[in-house]
C-alpha cells in the first residue's frame, strides 16, 4: 500500500524551530519529487517546498525562503522540512505529498502551531 | 509567480445538478493544472491531472477541461458525497506549484 505518514508537529514559540518528517512505503520513493503542502486554519492550501529525487533541486515559496529547509534520506525512504525562526502565521497543517503529474499522494497531516 | 484564480468562491447546488467550477491562471501553462477535492480534516484526494486525465479511482461524472489559461471542472450529476471543496493547482515546472483559493461547493 502507497502511504505517506507525517510527523513532527507541535507547539512551538515563536523564533522556535522545528522538523517534520515524512516516512514513505509503497512505492520507489527515490524516483519521485517530493512536495510539502500547508493549510493554515480555516484557510485554502499554500505549497512549501519543492525537492528533486537527488535532492539536487530544492524550491521554496518567497514567504519561508532562508527559514525553511527541504531535505531527503533515499536510503530511509524519508522525507524532511526542517523549520527554524518559526512566526505566528506557519501555525497550519503540513503535509507531504507525492509529485506525479499533480499531487498523487498526500499523507494525513501533522499540525504545527507557533504561539507563546 | 503564477497565480491560480477560482470561481466561484462558493457553490450552492442540489443532488442531481451539474455543476462547474472555473481556473484561471495568470499565465500560460499548457495543461500542467490538477483539481483536488477536500473533505474537512482530511487530506487533499487528486481527481483530475493534466487538465483532463481522471485519476485511478475517481467516478467518471467527473471531468475536466481546458489548456493555456482558463480550465474548467465539472461534476455532471451531484452525489451527496461530492460536497467538498475543490482546489485547482499549476504544476508548470518544480519552482513553484501554486493554488487556486478553494471553491466551497454547498448543499442547496
Known amino acids: 500500500e502507497v502511504q505517506l505518514v507525517e510527523s513532527g508537529g507541535g507547539l512551538v514559540q515563536p523564533g522556535g524551530s522545528l522538523r517534520l518528517s515524512c516516512a514513505v512505503s509503497g512505492f520507489t520513493f527515490s524516483s519521485y519529487w517530493m512536495s510539502w503542502v500547508r493549510q493554515a486554519p480555516g484557510k485554502g492550501l499554500e505549497w512549501v517546498a519543492n525537492i528533486k529525487q537527488d535532492g539536487s533541486e530544492k524550491y521554496y515559496v518567497d514567504s519561508v525562503k532562508g527559514r525553511f529547509t527541504i531535505s531527503r534520506d533515499n536510503a530511509k525512504n524519508s522525507l524532511y522540512l526542517q523549520m527554524n525562526s518559526l512566526r505566528a502565521e506557519d501555525t497550519a497543517v503540513y503535509y507531504c505529498?507525492?509529485?506525479?503529474?499533480?499531487?498523487?499522494?498526500w499523507g494525513q497531516g501533522t499540525t504545527v502551531t507557533v504561539s507563546s | 509567480d503564477i497565480q491560480m484564480t477560482q470561481s466561484p468562491s462558493t457553490l450552492s447546488a442540489s443532488v442531481g445538478d451539474r455543476v462547474t467550477i472555473t481556473c484561471r491562471a495568470s499565465?500560460?501553462?499548457?495543461?500542467?493544472l490538477a483539481w483536488y477535492q477536500q473533505k474537512p480534516g482530511k487530506a487533499p484526494k487528486l481527481l483530475i491531472y493534466?487538465?483532463?486525465g481522471l485519476e485511478s479511482g475517481v467516478p467518471s461524472r467527473f471531468s475536466g477541461s481546458g489548456s493555456g489559461t482558463e480550465f474548467t471542472l465539472t461534476i455532471s450529476s451531484l452525489q451527496p458525497d461530492d460536497f467538498a471543496t475543490y482546489y485547482c493547482q499549476e504544476y508548470s515546472s518544480y519552482s513553484q506549484n501554486s493554488f487556486g483559493q478553494g471553491t466551497k461547493l454547498e448543499i442547496k
Open positions: 493534466k487538465a483532463s
Open positions: 499565465q500560460v501553462i499548457n495543461s500542467w
Open positions: 505529498a507525492r509529485l506525479g503529474s499533480g499531487m498523487d499522494v
